[in-house]
Nanobody, 125 residues
Framework: HLPLVESGGGLVQPGGSLRLSCAAPGLAFKNYAIGWFHQAPGKERERVSC????????SYSDSVKGRFTVSRDNAQKTVDLEMNSLKPDDTGVYFCAATYRVLDDTHCSATPTYWGQGTQVTVSS
């Protein structure tokens, strides 16, 4: 039983869109900030977005700001990452990660409580 499960990756052309989902059916979901991390081939894992436990606050890396949108549904225990205007540099594995929080903030740690298994996104013509 995996605490976090990603879905929605695939192959898309430059300029296209994808929606990734992260499900956490067994987690006390409302106590966790959820981050999305991107690991490009041969590179370090980088955080691209974070959403607070309530969903009231979000943050994005400069590389995706204005193109990606993160949202969550605490009743369904899911977090979605809407990715638009995709570029070849967005290629890689995307992981969602849960960081336990007492405060309702966008602190998504690089060493979170739980990781998902990752989903592959390939942007290529």
């Amino acid at each position: 039983h995996l605490p976090l499960v990603e879905s929605g990756g695939g192959l898309v052309q430059p300029g296209g869109s994808l929606r990734l989902s992260c499900a956490a059916p067994g987690l006390a979901f409302k106590n966790y900030a959820i981050g999305w991390f991107h690991q490009a081939p041969g590179k370090e894992r980088e955080r691209v977005s974070c959403i607070s436990p309530s969903g009231s606050s979000t943050s994005y890396s400069d590389s995706v700001k204005g193109r990606f949108t993160v949202s969550r549904d605490n009743a369904q225990k899911t977090v979605d990452l809407e990715m638009n205007s995709l570029k070849p540099d967005d290629t890689g594995v995307y992981f969602c990660a849960a960081t336990y929080r007492v405060l309702d903030d966008t602190h998504c740690s690089a060493t979170p409580t739980y990781w998902g298994q990752g989903t592959q996104v390939t942007v290529s013509s």
